[in-house]
């Protein structure tokens, strides 16, 4: 039996190589103790350059629990700075974004700028004997690092260096960014927000599992087996059920495993050669013109379908969009979903992309709708005594190693992937 | 004369509280289209995301989903009963609509829905403002345009499934 307390001994002994114990999913202390160690040290995704164009937009969000703003200073730097006023501790700022030149408390008027420096103090004579203004700037995150436009921070000064962290995961952001025509993407066509009665660690481990779709998505496949079309110019979406049974195309398709949590699955087979529309041919000229036929054909042709940036952010290769997963309590967590806008493609393509997520991951959607009961009723289940663990062994022992030394794969139907994060769950969980 | 509409209203709200989602579609017309914005005073539901944007082949898709044995997240259904109130015709030619494609339409009806959703012991309410673009086809009205603004419509949802 796992050990009761919440010390070193007790958190290592809530993972074992193939089963977790319920706990994890269920426990309040440790969900509290993951938002000081995990959350309280991990980079996290805090949001994409274009979310805050010009000088003085700001947006907020939360990493872990910490209210966080992200600005755009004066200077054209983007900023991660803490959303609570340095004076009685008052959220600076309520709205999800906007722009303000001067961020001013509501409470006493203190007045920060964007990167925030404390510029002002109403009734300066009051002041104590000695107070300095920079004393009391906003706290910045401890450290900040941006790739390809995507900012993420540390709320720990010390830990692993964002480019070492980031390393193994370039090539799957560059695999979304390299599809714009202009090299660059936006995050400005708005967001998908749901709210799921269940723990965080569910819709991360979710982000990258292939097992559950012919029976999740059992009610969007065809009588053929195929699920609906998820890209523009697609005649039909990717097999995945063959009679009762898993398609052998589905079981092609590989998890990768890179260490710190990092992992992604490969898409199945997509008959590229097939995919024509008036809008995303059209598309795929505007991408020649711009990077040439050899690189375009290259660009287009899908290696990744999920990945995820381990803990808090997810890649959708397949569905073109940002996932951001925000853990609320042990039981609850909120997922925003980001269309992703490919900056110099013909809006039409756009305007494709951004609806088809209406259709998949939209709270309303035909796909992210059953993810969202099937995250609920497992978190309802692990209630039961009937035991105290939960399976992850699919696969266990039979990982292929890849470069780089540590990197492993193995069928993306196996289980790899959870395994992963869990052992980078319990580095960070471990008291350093 | 509002009378006519706010029976179209309450007859359309019926048939989605009955789960008739067949009969439902069919009251929209071929070029017709469902909407639930996804940001308070959303002009367009291109280029931005939606709650919902059905035209009838995704209205197809989403009922012939509903109607599929394995959809989980309605095993059980939701019991739903909307209200529908406030009801005002807007006088003469409708006013376009901001958006591009909007089909002609030869009345604009407002009007306000509470709906009550009941599910494996937890109940919800949306509410939201209605507006219907209507059509005379054939002697019988039908649905250009619904589009509906939730009140709250910028909050993170847990699962919906069925048209509000």
Not at chain 1, 349 to 365: G, P, Q, W, Y
Request: proline letters at 6%.
């Amino acid at each position: 039996m796992p050990d009761g307390s919440l010390n070193d001994r007790g958190i290592a002994s809530l993972i074992e190589p193939g089963r977790v114990h319920r706990r994890v999913y269920t426990d309040p202390g440790v969900f509290e103790l993951e938002m000081q160690r995990l959350f309280g040290r991990a980079w996290l995704f805090v949001g994409h350059s274009t979310q805050v164009p010009k000088p003085g937009d700001f947006i907020t969000t939360d990493l872990g629990r910490q209210p966080v703003l992200m600005t755009r200073h004066h200077d054209g730097s983007v900023r991660v700075v803490l959303n609570r006023c340095t004076h009685r501790g008052i959220k600076l700022v309520a709205e999800r974004q906007g722009n303000r030149q001067r961020l001013i408390c509501l409470y006493h008027g203190w007045t920060f700028d964007p990167d925030g420096t404390l510029l002002r103090v109403p009734v300066d004579e009051g002041c104590a004997p000695g107070f300095k203004l920079c004393d009391f700037n906003l706290a910045k995150a401890p450290r900040v690092g941006i790739y390809r436009g995507f900012v993420f921070a540390s709320l720990s000064p010390a830990g692993i260096a964002f480019d070492d962290w980031i390393a193994p995961m370039k090539q799957n952001i560059d695999d979304i960014v390299d599809r714009a025509p202009g090299g660059e993407i936006a995050l400005d066509a708005g967001v998908h927000r749901y709210l799921v009665r269940a723990n965080w660690k569910m819709q991360a481990e979710n982000a990258v599992d292939s097992y559950h779709v012919p029976f999740s998505h059992a009610s969007t496949v065809n009588q053929k087996g195929v699920q609906f079309s998820r890209r523009e110019g697609d005649n039909e979406g990717a097999k995945v059920v063959d009679g009762q049974r898993t398609a052998p195309q589905w079981k092609q398709r590989r998890s990768y495993s890179v260490g710190h949590g990092h992992c992604w699955t490969s898409n199945t087979e997509l008959k590229e050669n097939e995919r024509s529309s008036a809008v995303y041919d059209e598309y795929r000229r505007t991408l020649e013109a711009a990077v040439g036929k050899e690189r375009s054909d290259w660009i287009l042709t899908p290696r990744m379908h999920n990945s995820l940036l381990y803990p808090n952010v997810s890649f959708m290769g397949l569905n073109m969009h940002i996932r951001v997963i925000r853990p609320i309590a042990v039981d609850l967590t909120e997922v925003n979903i980001y269309p992703v806008r490919l900056l110099g493609a013909p809006e039409a393509m756009n305007e494709r992309n951004t609806r088809l997520l209406n259709v998949t991951h939209a709270a309303a959607s035909f796909v992210q709708s059953d993810d969202l009961e099937a995250f609920a009723r497992a978190q309802a289940g692990l209630q039961s005594l009937q035991t105290d663990w939960v399976d992850i062994s699919r696969g266990l022992g039979r990982e292929e190693a890849i470069d780089p030394p540590g990197a492993l794969r193995q069928m993306a139907t196996d289980e790899l992937v959870v395994r992963g994060q869990f052992r980078a769950w319990l580095d960070y969980m471990s008291e350093a | 004369m509002a009378g006519e509409y706010e029976q179209f209203l309450i007859h359309e709200s019926t048939l989605l509280d009955e789960r008739r989602f067949r009969d439902w579609m069919a009251l929209f017309t071929e070029d017709g289209s469902y909407w639930v914005p996804a940001t308070v005073g959303q002009r367009s539901p291109y280029g931005q995301t939606s709650l919902f944007y059905d035209d009838l082949e995704l209205m197809r898709t989403r009922i012939d989903r509903l109607e599929h044995p394995l959809i989980h997240v309605q095993t059980p259904p939701s019991n739903t009963v909307h209200l529908i109130g406030s009801v005002t015709v807007e006088p003469g030619v409708p006013a376009p609509d901001p958006e591009a494609g909007l089909p002609t339409s030869d009345v604009l009806v407002l009007s306000s829905a509470i709906t009550a959703e009941y599910r494996l012991d937890h109940t919800r309410t949306f509410v939201g403002r209605q507006r219907h673009w209507l059509r005379h086809v054939d002697g019988a009205l039908r649905i250009v345009r619904k589009r509906v603004d939730l009140v709250n419509c910028e909050a993170a949802f847990e699962a919906i499934a069925v048209p509000v």
